[in-house]
Structures are given as structure tokens and as C-alpha cells.
């Protein structure tokens, strides 16, 4: 029924007979809007919450900085990683809240500490080596990722545990839109 009124209304809008490629154009948009709204509908609130804020986000910003860029193409795909990691691992992380925390990012911390103080003696070409600056299982950038996740989830830890540290930040910020 949607499909039919879509040919009419592009009908009357043009005056026009549409082509059968022109139909099939409409009908593959059509599809796609549908599939859209099923995923909206199966979306919970809280992930309608979660997409509020970065939509919210989105309308606030003048203009996008190529550091924002930057984060914005690697964000979905560090939520990815976490998610996995945290179904498999549970919340191990920060299973003595603030403590855990603070060492899996100090651990991260010593690791880079220790890869950069070898750039200082040996020169910068050695980060293009990750036989010279990561462990059998960890490169480089693993550690750099793992230090920014272990930080960005402490944060979230901080707005679970204590809510009103984490609003006092988005005021002082001016963070609250």
C-alpha cells in the first residue's frame, strides 16, 4: 500500500508515467525506509537514549575538527572491541572499583612509558616496527587503544558510582546540552 502511494505521489508530482527503473528506484528506497523503521522499532530506550546524545551532539557542533573526525571514525569501532572484550572478561576491569582502575591504566601507562623512553635512545623509525614496540600479543596501538579505553571507561565508572562528580565535570565544561 506505502509502495503504491509512493508511485502516485511521485506521479502527480512529476505528471508523469514513471519507468519501470524509476519504480524500481522508489521500491528499493521504500525497502530501505522500511528496514530502517524496523531497526528504530526494535531499538530499546536506552539505546534510543545513547543515540539521542550523539545526535544532540551532532546539531550542537558548528563545524567538526579533524581531531573530532578523527574520534568520531574510531569511536564505533573501539565500542566494538570493548563490547566484545567485556562479554567475554565481564567487568574485571573495575572489580575493586577505582583501584582496578587506576592499575589497568597504570599498567597500560608503564607499557607506553617504556616503548617511548626506547624512541628516545633509538629514534622515532622504531614505532614503525612493532616487532620493536609491542609483545607477542600486543602491538603498539593495542596499547594506546587499551590506555584510552581503560580512561574512557574509568570515566564511565566515575558516572556510575558517583553521578554527581560526573555532572559537577559537564557543568564545569559546559558540557550539559
Known amino acids: 500500500m506505502m509502495e503504491e502511494n509512493l508511485v502516485e505521489a ?38 534510543l537514549a545513547f543515540l539521542k546524545d550523539f545526535v544532540d551532539y551532532f546539531f550542537s557542533q558548528p563545524l567538526l575538527n579533524q581531531d573530532n573526525k578523527n574520534l568520531l571514525g574510531i569511536l564505533p569501532k573501539l565500542l566494538t572491541l ?31 612509558f617504556n616503548i617511548m623512553s626506547r624512541v628516545i635512545k633509538e629514534g622515532s623509525q622504531i614505532l614503525e616496527d612493532e616487532r620493536k614496540t609491542g609483545t607477542p600479543t600486543e602491538t603498539f596501538v593495542d596499547t594506546i587503544v587499551d590506555l584510552g579505553l581503560y580512561s574512557l571507561m574509568w570515566a564511565g565508572l566515575i558516572r556510575e558510582l558517583r553521578p554527581e562528580h560526573y555532572e559537577k565535570f559537564l557543568k564545569n565544561n559546559n558540557l550539559n546540552f
Not at 570493548?82 to 597500560?108: M, P, T
Open 10 to 47: 511521485q506521479m502527480k508530482t512529476t505528471g508523469k508515467e514513471l519507468t519501470g527503473a524509476q519504480v524500481e528506484g522508489l521500491e528499493k528506497k521504500l525497502e530501505l525506509l522500511q528496514k530502517i523503521k524496523t531497526q528504530i522499532d526494535e531499538l530499546s530506550l536506552e539505546k
Open 82 to 112: 570493548q563490547n566484545s572484550k567485556e562479554s567475554q572478561y565481564g567487568r574485571s576491569w573495575c572489580k575493586h572499583k577505582d583501584f582496578s582502575a587506576f592499575f589497568n591504566v597504570e599498567r597500560k601507562w608503564d607499557r607506553i
